[in-house]
């Protein structure tokens, strides 16, 4: 089994700009191509977990929304970085397409887009992680047995405001991504491990 980190998309990975209807509106964050090269350096799976209910609220198609994830692909690995997996929640209770109005499992901070990855792609989500910018993320990471992290991108210096008022904590609260992702490495220990593979054999 391995380990993932369990990625929020719009304000984590991207600015959140609402429900862009195009891959040119999604302005990735600089930093997020170096921060999903280290995962992918370190073992961990990188799976996008995303809210989009503009589908169902009639605002994006989901064949767009898929374009642009493809594209995000793209971008990535052309920066040398991958993304494991994307999984997104097209729902929305008062949809007028029936197709889409449900009060469903899927969206975080429910479970079952998860579950889902897990089964797919063989995760063992209580060594897991989940970073994003809402409280509803971190819930999200909490329902499902892993660690969740703050980001105060996007929605997050709010988010930190409502968490003061709660009983939801994070384990760790990051400037961004690639902060979150280092922390993360941190406690994995991952840079002593790269330390030892690269000199290992003079120690011995
Ligand atoms: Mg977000
Ligand atoms: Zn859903």
């Known amino acids: 089994m391995k380990?993932?980190?369990?990625?929020?998309?719009?304000?984590?990975?991207?600015?959140d700009v609402g429900y862009p209807a195009s891959f040119e509106?999604?302005?990735?964050?600089p930093y997020s191509f170096e921060a999903l090269?280290?995962?992918?350096?370190?073992?961990?799976?990188?799976?996008?977990?995303?809210?989009?209910?503009?589908?169902?609220?009639g605002l994006i198609k989901e064949q767009n929304l898929q374009k642009i994830h493809k594209q995000m692909i793209q971008a990535f690995s052309a920066q040398n970085a991958r993304i494991d997996g994307i999984y997104y929640c097209p729902h929305y209770t008062h949809s007028l397409d029936p197709k889409y109005k449900k009060d469903c499992s899927c969206r975080k901070p429910n479970p079952?887009?998860?579950?889902?990855?897990?089964?797919?792609?063989?995760?063992?989500?209580?060594?897991?992680?989940?970073?994003?910018d809402k409280v509803d993320d971190l819930l999200f990471g909490l329902n499902i047995g892993a660690k969740p992290v703050l980001v105060l991108t996007g929605y997050g210096k709010d988010s930190?405001?409502?968490?003061?008022?709660?009983?939801?904590?994070?384990?760790?609260?990051?400037?961004?991504?690639?902060?979150?992702?280092d922390w993360?490495?941190?406690?994995?220990?991952?840079?002593?491990?790269?330390r030892f593979s690269r000199k290992g054999r003079q120690r011995q």
């Open 160 to 181: 930190l405001l409502r968490l003061k008022k709660g009983t939801v904590r994070p384990v760790y609260i990051a400037k961004n991504l690639l902060h979150a992702v």
């Open 184 to 194: 993360i490495l941190s406690q994995e220990n991952y840079k002593d491990k790269v």
């Open 3 to 15: 380990k993932a980190v369990f990625l929020d998309r719009d304000g984590n990975i991207n600015r």
């Open 112 to 132: 079952e887009m998860a579950l889902k990855a897990a089964k797919d792609l063989n995760i063992d989500l209580s060594g897991s992680y989940m970073i994003g």
């Open 25 to 29: 509106s999604i302005h990735i964050y």
């Open 37 to 57: 090269n280290k995962l992918n350096s370190a073992g961990l799976l990188a799976v996008i977990i995303t809210n989009q209910s503009g589908i169902g609220r």
